[in-house]
């Protein structure tokens, strides 16, 4: 017998509403009326609507009516199949099995610029009908929401801070190997090692075996491993902050060899001694277009996340056709720990941080419940998008045997994956002979191209100032003037064709957050209250564009001195 006590009943203006387990879904007097009356109190432009209960469809069609873009309705319906109806739900998503993923991506996907505007609307009396359900999706949503803020947050951040090492670092790219060199040059067995709590359980495990595997370090990790005598093969970095670069400037002389990222602080490039490989972010696209335009130099582009792991993660991949190991992935304050013992970011979680942090319970390695935060979090995401996505030609194990759980990545003992894939292994031959030496590019030529790009940032700030000189020229409180109007048409054109020659969109991409988010035109909205806000959106852009460009420009000197300077301690050496 179903759990569930459905029945039709004629309302007194002759439509049909239900009643579920006693509870009435629309009114019994005049649905359309109710549905009007709740979506006139609910409904402000620019929220991504969840519609939680679809009943017999009166309020999704009141609501589809109001919402200019279906794809930013979703509703959500358990019930949705047991009910007789005949509703119109136009290009919105009606779902009833409330997967957490699917359900993830429909609000990710229709929240747009990192927006976080969610509003849901629960149809009458479903919260009583279904209340364990409406708390799932509640809980979805406010996680979606927090994983778009930590993404916010890091770009807002690091803008800066990536535009200058891009930057600084095409100098690094000119002088070092693609990460290219390395695709599948491997048929070992990989060990990613990562700075998690757990990684100290493994150490003497990796200390035995280190010759028959190659090992990658993600980022801080180098420390942790150097302070127990293991020299991994290779160091992955990608964060841009001083405090990276701090993990680094004291490593003493060792072999192994760096795989970075063009965000990552360029004075570890500028400064390390050994074999270095480049590579770019999946999402900078547009970066290696310009690099390759320019100094005719390909990057692969790496598929990662919020972590140094999760690109190692896809490096380690990237390099081998042979079984991976993960171990030290712990995405979690495993024994009340942020690190491993012996990495410089090591801290003992007491109460007060974990306040701080805004930490909370996920299922663990073990079937357990472990305690994360919102950033480890978009971490562990992020490796189970990797590891769905992941073509590879062996089998990748956790083998971290603490921590969180990475869903749909089978979980190994280290001491199985070493007896299953490693102590039958050879020494490793990690030696690497190139098939093509790499051609350095000569610094005189490299500084003639970034001269070139400087003089594209001097006609940069030329036009922006001429735009915002036009903008202050306009009298009118109410309109724009023709003329004005014309000139500003034209730099635009111009500006658009010239920002594509020199890729701004570390510095760029907050500005236009800001931009497309804080000037949606407002709900009837009369002719001046349109021209001031089209006036303050065009200022700010023009502005902060004027600003991001001398950013820039004062970048590319600062590289140019630089390589200058090391030429000329060069010939004097």
Same mark, same amino acid.
């Given at each position: ?20 387990? %006693? ?6 007097? &005049? ?15 620019? +929220? ?38 005949? %509703? ?151 964060? @841009? ?45 547009? +970066? ?39 171990? @030290? ?63 590879? &030609? ?180």
């Amino acid at each position: 017998m179903s759990q569930y006590q459905i029945e039709y009943i004629k309302t007194k203006n002759n439509l049909e509403t239900v009643m579920v387990n %006693g509870y009435l879904l629309h009114s019994k007097y &005049d649905p359309n009326q109710e549905a009007s009356r709740i979506v006139e109190k609910e409904f402000e432009q620019g +929220y991504v609507y969840i519609l939680f209960g679809y009943g017999l469809g009166y309020l999704a069609e009141v609501l589809n009516e109001k919402i200019e873009d279906g794809t930013k309705l979703i509703i959500i319906d358990p019930i949705y199949p047991l009910i007789n109806v005949e %509703g119109k739900i136009g290009k919105s998503t009606i779902i009833h099995e409330i997967e957490k993923k699917e359900l993830e991506a429909l609000i990710a996907g229709a929240l747009r610029n990192l927006s976080r505007k969610v509003k849901v609307i629960c149809s009458p009396n479903y919260d009583k009908i279904l209340p364990n359900e409406m708390k799932k999706v509640l809980e979805i949503i406010k996680e979606v929401q927090k994983m778009l803020q930590v993404h916010e947050n890091t770009i807002r951040v690091f803008s800066d801070n990536w535009q200058e090492n891009y930057i600084q670092n095409l100098f690094n790219v000119s002088q070092d190997s693609s990460l290219e060199k390395l695709k599948k040059i491997y048929t070992c067995p990989v060990v990613l090692a990562s700075g998690g709590p757990s990684l100290t359980k493994q150490l003497p495990l990796l200390e035995e075996i280190k010759d028959q595997v190659i090992i990658i370090a993600a980022g801080s990790t180098i420390n942790s491993l150097l302070a127990n005598g293991i020299e991994p093969d290779y160091i992955v970095t990608i964060d @841009g902050g001083l405090e990276n670069y701090n993990h680094f400037k004291d490593i003493p002389k060792i072999k192994s060899q760096l795989i970075y990222a063009i965000t990552s602080h360029y004075k570890i490039q500028d400064e390390y001694q050994n074999k270095k490989y480049a590579f770019l972010a999946s999402s900078n696209k547009v +970066y290696g277009e310009h690099i390759k335009k320019v100094f005719s130099i390909n990057l692969p582009l790496i598929s990662g996340g919020g972590s140094v792991a999760n690109f190692a993660y896809s490096i380690a991949a990237y390099i081998t056709t042979g079984p991976i190991a993960i171990i @030290g992935q712990d995405l979690a304050y495993t024994n009340d720990q942020s690190h491993a013992e012996s990495n410089k970011r090591f801290k003992r979680v007491d109460v007060d941080f974990m306040k701080s942090r805004g930490t909370i319970e996920i299922p663990g390695y073990y079937g357990d419940m472990v305690v994360t935060d919102y950033p480890f979090l978009s971490m562990k995401k992020a490796f189970e998008v990797l590891h769905q996505n992941m073509q590879h &030609d062996s089998p990748i194990y956790n083998c971290t045997e603490g921590g969180a759980k990475i869903e749909g990545m089978d979980q190994l003992s280290f001491i199985d994956f070493c007896e299953t894939y490693v102590y039958q292994q050879q020494v490793v031959i990690k030696e690497i002979i190139e098939e093509n030496n790499y051609k350095k590019i000569n610094a005189s030529i490299f500084i003639s191209k970034m001269n070139e790009l400087t003089n594209i940032y001097n006609f940069l700030i030329k036009q922006l100032e001429l735009a915002l000189k036009l903008l202050n020229q306009n009298k009118s409180i109410g309109t724009f003037n023709k003329g004005i109007l014309g000139e500003l048409g034209k730099i635009d054109k111009n500006l658009d064709k010239k920002l594509k020659q020199v890729s701004l969109n570390y510095l760029t991409d907050p500005i236009t957050l800001d931009i497309l988010r804080n000037y949606e035109p407002k709900l009837n909205e009369g002719s001046i209250e349109t021209y001031t806000r089209v006036y303050n959106q065009s200022n700010e852009l023009y502005s902060r564009l004027l600003e991001a460009v001398k950013k820039a420009k004062q970048y590319t000197l600062d590289t140019i001195d630089k390589v200058k300077t090391d030429e000329r301690g060069n010939e004097n050496g």
